[in-house]
C-alpha cells in the first residue's frame, strides 16, 4: 500500500520568507503525488500535482514541488510567505489497493505566517 | 464549470440517530469518494462509487454506506450514530482518470450530541 508522511506538524514563518513543508512518500509502485490545502471551515483544493512528466511541478498561488526519487520526496515549497498561505497543507499519494480511486493523506501540517 | 457541492453543511444530531449526506460531484465526473475527517484521526476514505458501483471501501463499520444514483450524485448514510461519528465529511469527485485528480467538496460538518 501507498502512504506518505509529513514531518512537521506545525510550521511557522515570517512573511516574505520561504515556506518548506516536507512530505516523504512509500510506494511500491511510481506514485502520483498531491498536496492540497485546506483553509479553516473549507474543503481541499488541489494545490499541485504529480504524474510523472516533470520533477519539478509548478502550482497555484506560487507553490513548487520538486519529486525526488532518490530521496522518496515530495517537499512543497514557495519562495514568499505570505498571509494568505496560512492553511493546513496535506500530502496525498494514490492508492490503487483494493482498486478504485483513491487517496492516502498524510497528517497535515498547520503553516502559520507571522508579521 | 460548477463544483462540487455537498448538503447539508451543518448537521447536528443525537446518538442512536441517523443521518444522510448528500454530494453532487462536477458535470461529467463518474466518480465520488467520501472521507472522514477528525482531528484525532486525520483524512480518512471512506468509500468510492463509480457509476453506481462501490469499488472501494475503507476500513469503517457497517453504519456507514453509500450509494450513488445515475446521474453520479452520492448519498452517504450512517445509521446508529456515535458520538465519535462527529467529523467533517468531504466528498471529492473525479473524471476517474489515470491520474486520480480528485476535487473536493466544502463538507458537511456533522455533529453528534
Redesign the interface.
Known sequence: AQSVTQLGSHVSVSEGALVLLRCNYSSSVPP?L?W?VQYP??????LL?Y?SAATLVKGINGFEAEFKKSETSFHLTKPSAHMSDAAEY?CAV??FT???????????TQLKVEL | KAGVTQTPRYLIKTRGQQVTLSCSPISGHRSVSWYQQTPGQGLQFLFEYFSETQRNKGNFPGRFSGRQFSNSRSEMNVSTLELGDSALYLCASSNAGVYNEQFFGPGTRLTVL
Open positions: 502520483y498531491f492540497y471551515n473549507q474543503g481541499l483544493q488541489l500535482k504524474t496535506f494514490s492508492d483494493g482498486g478504485g480511486n483513491k487517496l492516502t493523506f498524510g497528517t497535515g
